[in-house]
């Protein structure tokens, strides 16, 4: 079984960067996806970015797409989130989430891909 435990969340202002990271600990990534998704106050969980560990396919929400990077350390079973110009709007609780295989671009999008999840963290994004 694997645990995901993430950090990085906290108080940012808008315009400046969050960096998100996820640890995994019960066994590595290895041929896993890794996907973060988020949750505003009153909002359903949604998805943000993800990529196949060791592969290269990706998938970004419109929302963050080209303001935001997503990578894998393998040497220490860590995942990154980074989110820059940063908006009000992208306040919530993250979660890193695992998939036992790796998806297609599409199914790297889906929350019911994903059988393994962290606790979440929050990050505050203020004007």
């Known amino acids: 079984q694997v645990q995901l435990v993430e950090s990085g969340g906290g108080l940012v202002q808008a315009g400046y960067s969050l960096k998100l990271s996820c640890v995994a600990s019960?066994?590595?990534?290895?041929?896993?996806?890794v996907g973060w998704f988020r949750q505003a106050p009153g909002k359903e969980r949604e998805f943000v970015a993800a990529?196949?560990?060791?592969?290269?396919?990706?998938n970004f929400a419109d929302s963050v797409k080209g303001r935001s990077t997503i990578s894998i350390d393998s040497t220490k079973d860590t995942a990154v989130l980074q989110i820059y110009s940063l908006k009000p709007d992208d306040t919530a609780v993250y979660f890193c989430?695992?998939?036992?295989?790796?998806?297609?671009?599409?199914?790297?999008?889906?929350?019911?891909?994903?059988?393994?999840w962290g606790q979440g963290t929050q990050g505050t994004v203020s004007s």
């Open positions: 989430a695992a998939a036992r295989a790796w998806l297609t671009a599409s199914g790297l999008a889906r929350s019911s891909m994903y059988t393994e």
């Open positions: 990529q196949n560990w060791g592969e290269n396919t990706l």
């Open positions: 019960g066994r590595t990534f290895d041929n896993f996806a």
